[in-house]
């Protein structure tokens, strides 16, 4: 089997296996269980995963590079810096509704090591594209120079970590899209300059932003 073979066999694995978890849990979901469903001997499962502990952690940064391949990110950085602010206030929302609070519980609980590496990877990628919308954002007059970066890219990925718990997200009083919305906005008014209010007012009451680019 040559390493494109090998590669796409894996991708076709990882997207079988995940529609499981989604339908039947993560805890529920044994590695006997997978073979069983998908007819597949645990020699040649094992090929491709060293252990369940791999397999999860595989299957959480499938799903997660499906929302941002690195095209959606360059044709991203194409708009303004305030449009780029409320596409990943929309990737944002959809990433959370995505999200089964079960299989979310049973990922921290079971697989805690897997979980604190996919969360410092998102938390990572988060605040790297964030830095880098607020240079293009300060560039294009969009926002002001003198904002205390450091503290609001702490604050901005320490929210969305925090709600993103699944012991958070059944507690939230509210939808997690207004709490998303109203976090993203907020940040972006503080930042702005009054060309950058001028074009935040624009996209939200005057052209109805379009959840087509995923970051």
């Not at 993203?184 to 087509?212: C, D, W």
């Amino acid at each position: 089997m040559t390493e494109s073979e090998f590669n796409r066999t894996r991708e076709e694995l990882l997207e079988n296996i995940s529609e499981l978890f989604l339908k039947y849990g993560l805890r529920s979901t044994s590695m006997d269980d997978i073979c069983s469903h998908l007819k597949i001997s645990k020699k040649t499962l094992y090929q491709y995963f060293s252990n369940k502990d791999d397999l999860v952690e595989q299957i959480m940064m499938h799903r997660r590079n499906n929302y941002r391949t690195q095209k959606d990110i360059e044709e991203l950085k194409q708009h303004n810096s305030i449009e780029i602010m409320l596409t990943i206030r929309d990737h944002i929302i959809r990433s959370f509704n995505s999200r089964m609070p079960a299989n979310l519980f049973d990922l921290k609980k079971y697989h805690p090591d897997v979980y604190q590496r996919v969360n410092n990877k998102d938390q990572i990628f988060i605040q790297n594209l964030f830095n880098e919308v607020i240079d293009k954002g300060i560039r294009d007059g969009y926002f002001r120079s003198d904002i205390n970066r450091e503290i609001q890219v702490y604050l901005f990925v320490k929210q969305m970590s925090l709600i993103g718990e699944p012991e958070m997200i059944s507690e939230l009083k509210y939808p997690i899209s207004t709490i998303v919305s109203t976090i993203v906005e907020n940040i972006i008014r503080s930042f702005a300059t009054p060309q950058g209010m001028h074009e935040l007012e624009h996209l939200l009451y005057n052209k109805p932003h379009e959840k087509t680019t995923k970051p």
